[in-house]
T-cell receptor, first 116, second 113 residues
Framework: EAGVTQFPSHSVIEKGQTVTLRCDPISGHDNLYWYRRVMGKEIKFLLHFVKESKQDESGMPNNRFLAERTGGTYSTLKVQPAELEDSGVYFCASSRNRGQIQETQYFGPGTRLLVL | QKEVEQDPGPLSVPEGAIVSLNCTYSNSAFQYFMWYRQYSRKGPELLMYTYSSGNKEDGRFTAQVDKSSKYISLFIRDSQPSDSATYLC?????????????FGSGTQLTVLP
């Protein structure tokens, strides 16, 4: 079974530019999560999709971040315009809908974003 | 105050040593507890998952949860150089639709051959 994939692996952009990150979850996983780790801090939750619907977006830092999951398959996270403090590693995770006790989130390798 | 506190390390031990990694938490709503291992330039990989107080063993790894003290631990027996990685504790609540994980900051472990 293929794991969670993320593209690109690295992105270097200038402040004010737009960047779009992509996540392909494991096939058949309805739950898709975005997390972020900024330098020196812990990994923090951004948002959660169930299929194509946003279940919880309480971790999104501001309205410069827009996440979509059209068709309930892959997801994109757009940052527009990017600011210096957006630099970090963005992780995507996916899981099956098996009920809360049995849920295991599988993580992708992350996208390393550097805003100059 | 952070919801989850983790000893940051770094931790360096000789091969064969027993390693103890720890996290404390403040939110009593956390009911599911996980340990993830993260190698450099990779994503976190689930090692252990538990939801009850007590010990859970899997090979050389033992996860311990003490809900009354809000304290979790991961023990690694007979540590190997291949165990060198960052270890992250993670936890989540049991109720409602909130499924997001809350992570500790991670402990970087190096096992010296």
């Amino acid at each position: 079974e293929a794991g969670v994939t993320q593209f690109p692996s690295h992105s270097v952009i200038e402040k004010g530019q737009t960047v779009t990150l992509r996540c392909d979850p494991i096939s058949g996983h309805d739950n898709l999560y975005w997390y972020r780790r900024v330098m020196g801090k812990e990994i923090k939750f951004l948002l959660h999709f169930v299929k194509e619907s946003k279940q919880d977006e309480s971790g999104m830092p501001n309205n410069r971040f827009l996440a979509e999951r059209t068709g309930g398959t892959y997801s994109t996270l757009k940052v527009q315009p990017a600011e210096l403090e957006d630099s970090g590693v963005y992780f995507c995770a996916s899981s099956r809908n098996r009920g809360q006790i049995q849920e295991t989130q599988y993580f992708g390798p992350g996208t390393r974003l550097l805003v100059l | 105050q952070k919801e989850v506190e983790q000893d940051p390390g770094p931790l360096s031990v000789p091969e064969g040593a027993i390693v103890s990694l720890n996290c404390t938490y403040s939110n009593s709503a956390f009911q599911y507890f996980m340990w993830y291992r993260q190698y450099s330039r990779k994503g976190p990989e689930l090692l252990m998952y538990t939801y009850s107080s007590g010990n859970k063993e899997d090979g050389r790894f033992t996860a311990q949860v003490d809900k009354s003290s809000k304290y979790i631990s991961l023990f690694i027996r007979d540590s190997q150089p291949s165990d060198s990685a960052t270890y992250l504790c993670a936890m989540r609540v049991s109720s409602g639709s909130a499924r997001q994980l809350t992570f500790g900051s991670g402990t970087q472990l190096t096992v010296l051959p």
